[in-house]
Every structure is written in structure tokens, then in C-alpha cells.
């Protein structure tokens, strides 16, 4: 039996089985968790059902979070299936591809900078907004941040601002959530992995590679540990933690290597 047995988790953002968000699907459904799961587009349907069948769900709903229709939508028809549940999961972020290349000043636009804020940022909240009607008491929010959200990354850009909203969003979240049904929010930062979101952001195999040199462990996470960490936060294992941001990530958020002596 799993420590996620009876618990129920919506995860929004899987694209495939590459995705950071599918890790956290994957991990949970394995502690006994019931997924259901969603889709941006028509586009990405095939390959989220294909998740959604490892997971023995047939829960697959379209969602696109730059709208508060498509998000209103998609928890009346979880609602179809489930009349209460526990967990949701945001994996969802987006700059438009001219914001990640270059001086970030220079490059910078406000309606693009709008943008990644609202799907990266303020979806975070638009979902919890919704979902909380069916939530259980101490149910869990969960998102996924990075190091840039804290570090001037090259070519980060306007993404590592937004991920800064987001992880702000946590605990005004948390503070909001907390007091009446005892609902905790987390993130976890993960380290880079090579996802098709990761895909936008230029050279960042080279930022792969320093990562890994960079970092405690002396090499990149997986999927499946950022899952692990994540299964375990949205657990009553973690009844007490809420606000937080975890790094899963080999300890490249704290170590310096410093230079070779």
C-alpha cells in the first residue's frame, strides 16, 4: 500500500512522457494515487491519453489555463467522475521564444511579459481558485519552479521573473489557503531537465552540462526524482509543510565549486 492510497490528484501539464509533470503523475499513481489528467490541446491529446493509460485513468480533460472558461470547464467535468479530491498539480509555464534569447532588458516586451506571468504565475492561483470547491480538507497544491526564479540565468529571461511570481504566489497562497480546510502549497524547484519545454531555451544543453559540474552530486535530476520529492509533499507525510520550496536539483542551488586549485 502507498502513502498516496485513496487520495485523488488532478495533474495539469503533462505533454508527454518527458515532462517534468508526467514524473509527478507517474510517482504519485505508484504510492496508490488516482490521476486524472489534462491536455492543452488536440495536439497533445494522443500523448496524454497514452500517460493516462499507465496510470490506469481514463480521466483525460482539455484545459488551457490562459483561460479562466477552459479552466471552469475542466472541474465541471472532473466533477463528472469525481465529487471530491485532493490534490492538483500545476506544471504549466510559457515565454514566447524571442524572450528567451538574448539581454533580457533589450528583448523584453510588455505584452509578452503579460503573458508569461499569466500562464506561469497566475494559472497557479485560477486553478486553486476553481478547484477549491471540491477540494478535500487538507488537500495539497503543488507547482513546479526553478533556480532561476532566485538567480539571473542566461537566457532565462522573463521566465525566471515569472517563476519568481510563482513562487511568491506559494505562500500567499498557502497564507489564504491554509486557515479554513487546512489546505497546504508547495513547489519544487527542479534542476534542468531536458523536456520539450526546456527545448525554447537557448543553449541549454550547455546549461545541462554546467549544472551537473555545478552541483553537489555531480549530475542531473530525473523525472522520477522530482516526482518522488513531489508525491511526498502532496502527502499527509507533509501534513506540516506548507509555503515551501523545495530544490530537487543535486544541491546545485546552494554549491559552488569554486575554482580549480
Request: charge should be negative; aromatic fraction near 8%.
Amino acid at each position: 500500500m502507498g502513502f498516496l492510497t485513496g487520495k485523488r490528484a488532478l495533474v495539469v501539464g503533462v505533454a508527454s512522457n518527458r515532462s517534468i509533470a508526467w514524473g509527478i503523475a507517474e510517482s504519485m499513481a505508484k504510492q496508490g494515487c488516482e490521476i486524472a489528467l489534462t491536455y492543452q490541446n488536440e495536439k497533445l491529446k494522443k500523448r496524454v491519453d497514452k500517460c493516462a493509460e499507465v496510470c490506469n485513468s481514463n480521466i483525460v480533460i482539455q484545459c488551457d489555463v490562459s483561460s479562466d472558461d477552459s479552466i471552469n470547464k475542466t472541474f465541471s467535468e472532473l466533477k463528472q467522475h469525481w465529487d471530491n479530491f485532493d490534490i492538483v498539480v500545476h506544471s504549466v509555464a510559457f515565454a514566447h521564444r524571442s524572450q528567451l534569447d538574448g539581454n533580457y532588458v533589450e528583448v523584453t516586451e510588455r505584452e509578452k511579459f503579460a503573458q508569461a506571468h499569466d500562464i506561469s504565475s497566475y494559472s497557479f492561483t485560477a486553478l486553486a481558485k476553481s478547484a477549491s470547491p471540491m477540494l478535500n480538507e487538507n488537500g495539497a497544491l503543488l507547482t513546479v519552479s526553478y533556480l532561476g526564479a532566485i538567480r539571473a540565468i542566461p537566457n532565462y529571461n522573463v521566465m525566471g521573473v515569472a517563476k519568481a511570481s510563482l513562487e511568491a504566489n506559494v505562500r500567499y497562497m498557502a497564507a489564504a489557503m491554509g486557515p479554513e480546510k487546512g489546505i497546504r502549497v508547495n513547489a519544487v524547484s527542479a534542476g534542468p531537465i531536458k523536456t520539450l519545454a526546456a527545448s525554447g531555451i537557448k543553449d541549454f544543453g550547455k546549461l545541462l552540462d554546467y549544472a551537473a559540474d555545478s552541483s553537489a552530486l555531480k549530475r542531473n535530476v530525473t523525472i522520477e526524482e522530482v516526482g518522488n520529492a513531489a508525491a511526498f509533499l502532496c502527502s499527509d507525510l507533509a501534513s506540516g509543510i506548507t509555503g515551501e520550496v523545495t530544490y530537487i536539483d543535486s544541491g546545485y542551488n546552494f554549491y559552488d565549486k569554486g575554482p580549480d586549485l
